[in-house]
């Protein structure tokens, strides 16, 4: 009776110490969390602003400021075209004007003798007519002049080209020196600071992200993750493979994307519980992972444990562990108090 007494004494011990010592430890509780169902496809970055200039008027090329992979900032001045023969234009034009705003003075005195000629009735009315007559033709050659020298400026205008808006030279297509013709290709780029990610959606995935409505952007160099401003699901699938076009805008430019590149787009297309635990809680040796789990009683149990994807410092648990089950967060510690209690057991 006394040595049954003594047994009970002692595991009671047993178990006050080893509860003591677990309380020691760092825990945290194993708990199901609400995350976004991601469904990742191939994306490809593109220019949301790219155009190609193209040459507007005539003429031989003298200078060509910006190469490939140069910036350029909004209404720099990207080429010239030789202008001697369009300034020649221009003073014909302005020269025009002049004599038409001369002849027209002419007529209105003309006009305005006539007029008075007229009401004493010392000419005809034939006569006042024709003066009438050479008073309209004299106001329309001024406005045919005028519209002349506004076209001989525009030209003249058009000799230099510049920058739409600012951005980044990614082709040019003529050499100094050479003749251009309106509308021959001059220079291609895209606008700095304004990307975005095209996307190939299958069908059976495309009704949850019309849902969920949210993507972001992963860069396949070091899995870094950018955010995606704006979807937008083109209305009808592509009858070839019945995927739908998206376009992910992204919120600014980043100095290592440029057009052409490939990323991974990790599309939101619904929600799913997951059990995670902290990474510095999973213990790895040679294949095996496991934690330690403390029970009600305060004892360590080594239980292995299938880990899943990491979701930053957090791993996801498959298999092996319960929801709400106290896990010890520092597996070192955790070891040494495991093995204490294993040899007061024997």
Same mark, same amino acid.
């Given at each position: 009776?006394?040595?049954?007494?003594?047994?009970?004494?002692?595991?009671?011990?047993?178990?006050?110490?080893?509860?003591?010592?677990?309380?020691?430890?760092?825990?945290?509780?194993?708990?199901?969390?609400?995350? *976004?169902?991601?469904?990742?496809?191939?994306?490809?970055? $593109?220019? =949301?602003?790219?155009?190609?200039?193209?040459?507007?008027?005539?003429?031989?090329?003298? %200078?060509?400021?910006? /190469?490939?992979?140069?910036?350029?900032? @909004?209404?720099?001045?990207?080429l010239r075209i030789r202008d001697r023969d369009y300034r020649a234009r221009q003073q014909r034009a302005r020269a025009a004007l002049d004599e038409a705003k001369a002849n027209l003075q002419d007529m209105q005195l003309e006009f305005s003798r006539s007029e008075d000629l007229r009401k004493q009735?010392?000419?005809?009315?034939?006569?006042?007519?024709? %003066?009438? +007559?050479?008073?309209?033709?004299?106001?329309?050659?001024?406005?045919?002049?005028?519209? &002349?020298? +506004?076209? %001989?400026?525009?030209?003249?205008? =058009?000799?230099?080209?510049?920058? *739409?808006?600012?951005?980044?030279?990614?082709?040019? #297509?003529?050499?100094?020196?050479?003749?251009?013709? *309106?509308?021959?290709?001059?220079?291609?780029?895209?606008?700095?600071?304004?990307?975005?990610?095209?996307?190939?959606? *299958?069908?059976?995935?495309?009704?949850?992200?019309?849902?969920?409505?949210?993507? $972001?952007?992963?860069?396949?160099?070091?899995?870094? @993750?950018?955010?995606?401003? @704006?979807?937008?699901? #083109?209305?009808?699938?592509?009858? @070839?493979? #019945?995927?739908?076009?998206? =376009?992910?805008?992204? !919120?600014?430019?980043? &100095?290592?994307?440029?057009?052409?590149?490939?990323?991974?787009?990790?599309?939101?297309?619904?929600?799913?519980?997951?059990?995670?635990? !902290?990474?510095? %809680?999973?213990?790895?040796?040679?294949?095996?992972?496991?934690?330690?789990?403390?029970?009600?009683?305060?004892?360590?149990?080594?239980?292995?444990?299938? !880990?899943? &994807?990491?979701?930053? $410092?957090?791993?996801?648990?498959?298999?092996?562990?319960?929801?709400?089950?106290?896990?010890?967060? /520092?597996?070192?510690? +955790?070891?040494?108090? #495991?093995?204490?209690?294993?040899?007061?057991?024997?």
């Amino acid at each position: 009776m006394r040595l049954l007494t003594a047994s009970l004494v002692f595991l009671a011990g047993s178990v006050t110490a080893a509860a003591s010592a677990a309380e020691s430890l760092q825990t945290v509780t194993s708990a199901r969390v609400s995350m *976004p169902l991601q469904y990742r496809v191939d994306g490809v970055v $593109e220019a =949301r602003q790219q155009a190609t200039i193209s040459a507007e008027v005539a003429g031989k090329v003298e %200078a060509i400021n910006f /190469d490939v992979d140069d910036f350029v900032e @909004k209404g720099e001045i990207i080429l010239r075209i030789r202008d001697r023969d369009y300034r020649a234009r221009q003073q014909r034009a302005r020269a025009a004007l002049d004599e038409a705003k001369a002849n027209l003075q002419d007529m209105q005195l003309e006009f305005s003798r006539s007029e008075d000629l007229r009401k004493q009735k010392l000419i005809s009315q034939a006569v006042f007519d024709k %003066a009438g +007559a050479n008073l309209k033709a004299a106001q329309a050659r001024k406005t045919a002049a005028e519209a &002349n020298l +506004a076209q %001989a400026d525009e030209q003249l205008d =058009r000799t230099v080209m510049r920058a *739409p808006y600012s951005g980044v030279v990614v082709e040019r #297509h003529i050499e100094p020196g050479e003749a251009v013709n *309106p509308g021959q290709p001059i220079m291609t780029g895209y606008a700095a600071g304004e990307l975005r990610v095209t996307a190939q959606v *299958p069908q059976s995935m495309i009704g949850g992200l019309r849902k969920q409505r949210s993507a $972001e952007i992963i860069l396949l160099e070091d899995n870094r @993750k950018l955010p995606v401003t @704006k979807i937008t699901i #083109h209305p009808f699938a592509n009858p @070839k493979n #019945h995927s739908f076009p998206v =376009r992910l805008d992204l !919120p600014s430019a980043d &100095n290592r994307l440029y057009p052409g590149m490939l990323v991974k787009v990790a599309l939101a297309i619904g929600n799913v519980e997951r059990l995670l635990l !902290p990474q510095q %809680a999973l213990v790895s040796r040679s294949e095996v992972n496991a934690v330690y789990v403390i029970g009600d009683d305060g004892r360590l149990a080594f239980r292995q444990v299938r !880990p899943g &994807n990491r979701f930053g $410092e957090q791993v996801e648990i498959l298999a092996g562990l319960d929801e709400n089950e106290v896990v010890a967060l /520092d597996p070192v510690r +955790a070891g040494i108090e #495991h093995k204490r209690q294993l040899d007061a057991v024997q």
